[in-house]
Nanobody, 120 residues
Framework: QVQLVESGGGLVRPGGSLSLSCTASGTLFGFATMAWYRQTPGKQRELVAKITSGGSTDYSDSVKGRFTISRDNAKRTVYLDMVSLKTEDTAVYYC??????????????WGQGTQVTVSS
């Protein structure tokens, strides 16, 4: 059993910055790729950024150059540092990972989400 808890969301003005964190707890089987997704009403949840256990990162084009994903495996935490925020970044942000005892039992784990609102 894995639980993911996000924090750090809030209200910020365009051009501002926010830092999100997500901490995993429970039964873990290793250090899997972790990711940040976001979702707004009427849209599908979209991948924002991901990071492998080795630190390799990937970003969506919409956030590239503005967001930075990082992780601390010892703390079981993944971070998302966001700068130059735009109104288009407004969404509920979710952290995500996949975990399982065996290949056949791998499943998705999601945090509860944290609201990021970018508004003047």
């Amino acid at each position: 059993q894995v639980q993911l808890v996000e924090s750090g969301g809030g209200l910020v003005r365009p051009g501002g910055s926010l830092s999100l964190s997500c901490t995993a707890s429970g039964t873990l089987f290793g250090f899997a790729t972790m990711a940040w997704y976001r979702q707004t009403p009427g849209k599908q949840r979209e991948l924002v950024a991901k990071i492998t256990s080795g630190g390799s990162t990937d970003y969506s084009d919409s956030v590239k150059g503005r967001f930075t994903i990082s992780r601390d495996n010892a703390k079981r935490t993944v971070y998302l540092d966001m700068v130059s925020l735009k109104t288009e970044d407004t969404a509920v942000y979710y952290c995500h990972t996949k975990m399982g005892r065996t290949l056949e039992t791998v499943r998705d784990f999601w945090g509860q989400g944290t609201q990021v609102t970018v508004s003047s």
